[in-house]
Structures are given as structure tokens and as C-alpha cells.
């Protein structure tokens, strides 16, 4: 949120340093996260000089376009191209040098540079009102009285003020600081407090505020008390809508915000200052002159401010006319058609408090992250609403020449009541961490303006004002108090105590640690992913891999509704990171992830399930280009089995079986488990799903379970044994097997049978001809390689191991021996 410093110090007496006031609010819990000298418009005002139009003449072939000569007083005449219909020779006129940002006619900011137009050299930009950011006429170039001196700044012409811009990091529970009152009460409290400041607020005065009595000519009727907390309005007459004034314009702008015309301009500028939204309807086009506050069918069209036709949903809160036409999106977004124009006289304005969860959620559907819905979803005080529409109805009557010509309507049926929460002495300082005492606690409480009730030798009631939503409990009063003492002012214990917890080692985080640091040495990167995802991957009738909608953790993400829920698999993380690169033109790529997934299990315990998971992806080239040929072009299956394989060597992890799956997302993929307990599955992803997401490779994909892993590995330790100085022998044997048979039967069976002696078992060769080996069969050419560390074997040992491995294929494999 940007705060103008100048603005706060109408507001307050104040004497500090930018940096002063950086450390005050920050120490207050509003952090600032970076403060700037701003000037009030984005245009470069002081690259923008008056001059004199010398010499005018239309281009050939153009219905518009002129060439003009220009002096803006530094002895240089420019050429330059002008579209304008006004422009003329002898006129006096704001140019725009090469280098100087400007806006262009649809509102984008862009910088002046050097170019031919149809020929013509062109050095600058003779400026209209719009493009300096100043106004919204494009009619025509801003024309100069004729006494004006040449090369005088806009900046200076406009009385332009330097401000100081702070960005606050504002918290979600912070409802009372997004106005600069909230922002000037926090450091009132803060003077009062710590340097013992009267610190008097200047409010806004609304003591001239008169009404007529009883006259209503614009009725309102609210049909939804719920999403509509309290509504109030006042009608204006005699409006002559015209630009702004200096002031008003300029203290908009150093906020970033582009004024508009004098009606809107106060509704912004209120809204800025106590933080009430308020919304400026033309009273002409209000039908049956009548207000009506309520929903309206699902899939009505409602034509907002920025033309676009959107169909509301049936929760969405309207503000209706008497026709049941829809005016605007209450509290989001203002309607096409019964705003302030140009031709407005008559004004019926606007101050509601509308729901927080109600704003929040038509803000999401329709994905509209107005400023004004940003307040409401914080939290709007109620007990505000009259004192703004106030403010700015004796604003709109000075600024435009209006009179207020209604009494003010307000409907509030059930009006919120301050919080009363008891609050001990003793707890204060048990949370503090210090003795405060009464007279401080009394001090803080009262420079914070929350009142006192029912003071005893023991504590208190307090009193919270309603504008103050978060706080609710006892503890976020002693919240409140410590955060105007100052944390700073606890002194730490002299004494810290803890206890010793002994955990298992190696630890779950060394696990992580060793396999990244592995991974890394082989060429992986690593990936860093949000733990959020897109629901619509796993429901819905466009789900990549479905999942049970009551078995995904879905969380209320008011900044993007696209990540919803808690990844119940880290493969679409991998996906995205794949997807950023390929669109980079990296498409080879390596990567790793360590993470949670999150799971519900309805009926169950836990309710919820997180479980921390090492994902493994690889896709592309099998290695970079090089003029040595590769016996690889493309990883596969095989290259990730590898990966897979050197990791659970590193953990000592062995006695897992192995299971061919095809379940989604694999197109095809082995599990590795012991029981029903998997420890990591690995495979191909279906095309299909590469193909929604446009990846153009092959992705394989390892999904690790860390803690499975983690209780594989035991108490195995990995030790030194000496090299074996008696020689290895191999032999080899072509298997002649079913189809269904694999090679991990066939490995785990002689490791069951030669487990003494045996030491490797390979797979060199595969071979499969019907016509040779017969329907169903396959061939597997498989290497044993045997040791003994105390002696030498003899070829009658080997024959006799050799013997009982065909017995053991032939019996429980039922395999045939090739010759």
C-alpha cells in the first residue's frame, strides 16, 4: 500500500525523517518495505517544456498530420509531426523532448524518441492534457497562454510537489491501516507513548454538512441485510464535472492513481483517506429513481466501467435501479452506463459497507481486483460510513459547484457494537515478558483510543473501537499494547532454558541433504515449488489426474484463484517448471524437487495427510551436443531407472520388490515397495497429459516417498571392506521365459539361491522371435559373476552353484535353458 507522507503530515504534527518514520511504522507492525521521493505524475514533467510554434504546414497525403517547427527557448529549432487538430503557428505550447515518458491516447506510459513520420524528421511530441497525465481531454494540443516564457518545466507550471511515497507490506488483519487516518493514528499512538506527544489528529471537518430534512428523491431499498451491512447516500444537484484542482490531482498522482474528473477524483481521494470506497452514480440514470440493493439471476449480463460484458453469478451483490437493471457490482466495479460523465449535474452518492466474504468472492469469480474491493475484503468499519459520505459530499459541493439537495438515507439494521474483552494485568505480562503496569497499560490503551471499562486492581474491559476487526481476544489486546511499548523494549532473559531431544540418526533432513547433493553432482537441478496448485488438474471433466474433490486440501486464495489447493502430487510442479523452459528454448532438462504433497482422508485419522516426497524429472537430450556420437540421443526409462537405483545404493536400501504399473499418470512405470508400504514410483508420463500441457518431450517422472525411504534404510550403516584378493569368475546363461516373467524375479531368485557367493547378476541381452522361441516366450541373456573373500573357486563350486540356479529358474519360473 503506498502512503504520502505529505498527506500524513496534514494529518499530524510531524517532525521526523523519511527514514525516522520507516523505523516507527515498521516497529508498529506496518512494514515498509521501501520509501521514494515521488513526483505526482509518471509523466516526466521536467522533460516537458513550453515553446513557440514557428512554422505549421499539412504533409502531403495525410488527412491529419502536420509538419511544425518549434523553439523551446535552448537555441535549437526542431522539426516536428503533429496529429493534432488545433495546432497552428504562433501558438505557445508544451513539448515533450526526446527521453521524456508521456502517456499515450490509451493510457500507456512510453518514451519520446527520435523518428521519421511519412519523411518528416520528428524530435519531440507536442503535448494534449491526457498525455501529460494531467487531465483526460484529447481533443486537442494543451495551448498556452500567450505571455508564457519559453522553456519553462510543466513541473513548474503545474505547481508539481515533491512527496515522500512509503510501500507498506500491509497484513491481511490490518483492516484499520488502509486509509492514511489509520496509518496517522498509529504513529499518534506511537508519539503519546514513547516521546509523551499530545499528537492531536486533524480530521476532516464535517460540521458544515447540511440536508434538507425528510426529502428523499432517490429511494433505496436493501434485500440483502447479510452481504450488505449498512447503506447510505445523499443526493447532489448543480454538478458541473470538470478537472480536478492542483491538489487534488497531484496528491492522487504521487499515489499512482490517474485522476479522472472532479467527482470521481473525491470519491478516490476519500476512499485514500479514511478508507471508506464510495461510488458517485448519475442521478438521471437511475431508472424508477429508486436504489435497489440484491442479487439477480444467474447469467444476467451486467456491462461494466471498462465495457466488458460479464455475466453474474447468482451470490454476486448488485446495485440495481428501479428496473431491476444492474448498476454496479457492489463494492468491485462500477457499471458502463450510470457513472459520472461529462454531462452529469446530478450526483446520487454512494457510502456502503458491504461483506468481506461476499466482496471476496464476486472479486474472484469475475477476477476484478479493484481498490475499492481490496478495502472491503480487509475489513470496512461501519461505524465510518456517515462521516465519509459527509466528507465527500461537502467536497463534491465545493469542488463543482454543487448543493447537497437530500436528506441522507442510511439503512443499518443491526449496528455493530464495540468489542468488550476482559484483560488481566497479570496476563499482559506474562505474554509480554515484562512487568508494565497499570499506568502503562492505562497509557498505551488510551493512545491507541480504545477505551477502558470496569478498571479493577486486576485488570480490566476493554473497549476495541470497530475499526479494529482482528482484535477479539485478549491476546490481541496485549498485541496491540506490545506493539506500541516496542519489542525493542523487552529486554531478552539472562537465562534461556530448554531440553534436549534425542532424535534418530541419520536424520529425516540429512536424507534430503545427501540425495540433493547426490542429484546435484549428476547434473540435476533443483526446483523450489509453491506447495498451492489448480484444482481443475484433478477435477472437473478437463482433469489431468483426477482426484476425489474430498480428498483435495483446498484453501481460500484471495491473490490467485488459479492455485486453490494444497498439491496432492508434485508432478505438475514438475510439468510447470518443464513448461517455463521449453517456452525459454531450454528443453533438456534435469530436475529435482523436494516437497509435500497434502491429502484429506474423510473418516479417517489424521483428517489430513502431508507426507515429504523427493520428485526426480528428466526430459530432452540425453546430454549435450557434442561432435563425439552418443549411444543415447534421448533420455528414457532406463536413464531414470539408473538415477532411481544409484539413490537407493547411496541408502543402503535393498529387499524392496518391483511391480510393473500403468497407472495415470504413468504410461507405463515400476513401483518399488515391500508390501503394501510403495517407496517410489517412476515411469513415462501419459502423453496425453504432456499434450494438454503443450510439452513437446518424453517427461520421466520418479515420485520418491522420503519417509518410506527413510524407514527402508534402517540402522544400515555403509562401511569400508577390504578388496577382495582372490579372483571374480562369471558365467553366463540364456533363459528362455514367459513374457510376464521379469528380470527383478529372476534377480531376486538367485540372490535367494547364491546368496553366499553371488555378487552380481546383470541383464546384457534380450531377445524375442516367435518363430525361433514360440508364442509368449522371450529370451534373457543374464550374466552371475560369483567371489569368495577367503579362497579361490574352483570350477566344481561354480558348476554346482550354476546347477542349482537353473534348477531354481526351471522350477519356480519355469524356464528353459538355451544351448
Known amino acids: 500500500m503506498k502512503v504520502s507522507l505529505n498527506w500524513i503530515r496534514a494529518m499530524l504534527d510531524l517532525h521526523k525523517t523519511p527514514q525516522e518514520i520507516d523505523d516507527i511504522l515498521t516497529s508498529l507492525g506496518l512494514e515498509v518495505e521501501g520509501w521514494e521521493v515521488a513526483k505526482s505524475s509518471e509523466v516526466d514533467l521536467d522533460k516537458v517544456r513550453s515553446g513557440k510554434v514557428l512554422s505549421c504546414e499539412r504533409i502531403p497525403e495525410t488527412d491529419h498530420l502536420s509538419a511544425t517547427t518549434v523553439d523551446v527557448g535552448d537555441g535549437v529549432v526542431r522539426s516536428i509531426v503533429c496529429g493534432a487538430p488545433n495546432v497552428a503557428a504562433g501558438l505557445k505550447v508544451f513539448v515533450a523532448l526526446p527521453g521524456a515518458n508521456v502517456f499515450s491516447k490509451d493510457g500507456q506510459l512510453f518514451t519520446i524518441g527520435e523518428r521519421k513520420v511519412k519523411g518528416v524528421p520528428s524530435q519531440g511530441m507536442i503535448c494534449a492534457v491526457d498525455e501529460l497525465g494531467v487531465g483526460n481531454d484529447h481533443s486537442g494540443i494543451l495551448v498556452l497562454p500567450e505571455d508564457t516564457p519559453l522553456g519553462i518545466t510543466a513541473a513548474s507550471w503545474f505547481k508539481q510537489e515533491s512527496d515522500t511515497i512509503l510501500e507498506i507490506g500491509l497484513t491481511p488483519n490490518r483492516a484499520d491501516a488502509t486509509n492514511h487516518l489509520g496509518i496517522a493514528r498509529d504513529l499518534a499512538a506511537y508519539l503519546r507513548v514513547q516521546e509523551g506527544q499530545d499528537a492531536p489528529i486533524s480530521l476532516p471537518d464535517v460540521q458544515a454538512f447540511q440536508a434538507p430534512v425528510g426529502k428523499f428523491p432517490i429511494s433505496v431499498e436493501v434485500l440483502d441485510n447479510q452481504a450488505c451491512i449498512r447503506y447510505a447516500g445523499v443526493c447532489i444537484e448543480h454538478v458541473q464535472v470538470a478537472e480536478s484542482p492542483d491538489w487534488l490531482k497531484n496528491r492522487l498522482l504521487a499515489l499512482g492513481q490517474r485522476p479522472i474528473n472532479n467527482v470521481v477524483d473525491i470519491t478516490n481521494y476519500v476512499r485514500m483517506e479514511l478508507g471508506q470506497p464510495l461510488h458517485a ?85 469475475h477476477n476484478l481486483r479493484t481498490d475499492a474491493a481490496w478495502c472491503f475484503e480487509k475489513g470496512v468499519d461501519p461505524n465510518g460510513t456517515l462521516f465519509a459520505l459527509k466528507r465527500a459530499a461537502l467536497l463534491i459541493a465545493e469542488l463543482s459547484g454543487g448543493s447537497i439537495c437530500s436528506d441522507i438515507t442510511d439503512i443499518y439494521p443491526n449496528p455493530l457494537q464495540a468489542a468488550r474483552i476482559p484483560v488481566y494485568f497479570q496476563r ?193 537430450a540425453y546430454q549435450g551436443e557434442s561432435w563425439q556420437p552418443a549411444a543415447k540421443s534421448k533420455v528414457d526409462f532406463y536413464t531414470l531407472k539408473s538415477v532411481v537405483q544409484n539413490l537407493f545404493g547411496r541408502f543402503a536400501i535393498s529387499g524392496y520388490q518391483e511391480s510393473a504399473v500403468q497407472d495415470p499418470p504413468f504410461q507405463y512405470a515400476l513401483k518399488c515397495h515391500r508390501g503394501p508400504q510403495t517407496i517410489a514410483t517412476f515411469g513415462a508420463i501419459l502423453p496425453g497429459i504432456l499434450k494438454k500441457m503443450d510439452i513437446k518431450n518424453p517427461v520421466f517422472f520418479a515420485d520418491i516417498d522420503l519417509e518410506q525411504l527413510f524407514k527402508a534404510m534402517g540402522s544400515t550403516k555403509i562401511q569400508f571392506t577390504e578388496l577382495n584378493k ?45 518363430s525361433k522361441l514360440g508364442p509368449g516366450k522371450k529370451s534373457y541373456a543374464v550374466s552371475f559373476v560369483f567371489e569368495d573373500p577367503e579362497k579361490t573357486l574352483q570350477d566344481k563350486e561354480i558348476d554346482g552353484m550354476m546347477q542349482q540356479l537353473q534348477q531354481a529358474f526351471e522350477t519356480k519360473l519355469n524356464a528353459g535353458i538355451r544351448k
Open 281 to 365: 452514480f448519475d442521478m438521471d440514470a437511475i431508472g424508477e429513481r429508486k436504489v435497489v440493493v440484491k442479487t439477480l439471476p444467474e447469467g444476467t449480463v451486467f456491462k461494466a466501467l471498462d465495457d466488458t460484458e460479464r455475466k453474474l453469478f447468482a451470490e454476486d451483490l448488485m446495485i440495481c435501479d428501479g428496473n431491476d437493471q444492474p448498476m454496479c457490482m457492489g463494492g468491485v466495479f462500477g457499471g458502463a452506463n450510470s457513472g459520472v460523465n461529462d454531462t452529469t449535474t446530478r450526483v446520487f452518492l454512494e457510502s456502503a459497507c458491504f461483506n468481506a466474504r461476499s466482496i471476496r468472492r464476486s472479486m474472484l469469480r
Open 428 to 620: 499482559i505480562n506474562q505474554l509480554v515478558g515484562i512487568n508494565l503496569g497499570p499506568e502503562k497499560i492505562r497509557q498505551i490503551l488510551q493512545a491507541l483510543e480504545i477505551g477502558i471499562e470496569q478498571e479493577t486492581a486486576d485488570g480490566l474491559v476493554a473497549v476495541i473501537p470497530t475499526n479494529k476487526p482482528d482484535v477479539t481476544r485478549e491476546a490481541d489486546v496485549v498485541e496491540e499494547i506490545l506493539r506500541v511499548y516496542g519489542l525493542d523494549h523487552v529486554p531478552a532473559p539472562a537465562q534461556f532454558r530448554t531440553s534436549m531431544e534425542i532424535s534418530r540418526r541419520p536424520s529425516l533432513d540429512l536424507v534430503r541433504n545427501v540425495a540433493a547433493d547426490m542429484l546435484a553432482a549428476l547434473g540435476f537441478n533443483e526446483c523450489m515449488s509453491l506447495s498451492l496448485s489448480n484444482s481443475a488438474y484433478h477435477t472437473g471433466d478437463q482433469a489431468l489426474l483426477p482426484v476425489e474433490a474430498d480428498q483435495l486440501v483446498y484453501v481460500h486464495n484471495t491473490a490467485n484463484q488459479g492455485l486453490d489447493c494444497m498439491r496432492p502430487t508434485m508432478l505438475f510442479s514438475a510439468l510447470e517448471a518443464i513448461v517455463r523452459n521449453q517456452n525459454r528454448q531450454n528443453p533438456d532438462l534435469r530436475l529435482f524437487e523436494l516437497g509435500k504433497t497434502y491429502r484429506r482422508s474423510p473418516g479417517a485419522e489424521p483428517a489430513f495427510v502431508e507426507v515429504s516426497r523427493l520428485s526426480i524429472c528428466l526430459t530432452g
Open 726 to 770: 582372490y579372483p571374480t569368475v562369471r558365467r553366463d546363461l540364456a533363459l528362455v521365459l514367459d513374457q510376464s516373467v521379469s528380470f527383478s524375479d529372476i534377480r531376486q531368485l538367485a540372490g535367494k539361491t547364491g546368496k553366499k557367493m553371488l555378487k552380481e547378476i546383470n541383464l546384457f541381452d534380450v531377445f524375442e522371435d516367435e
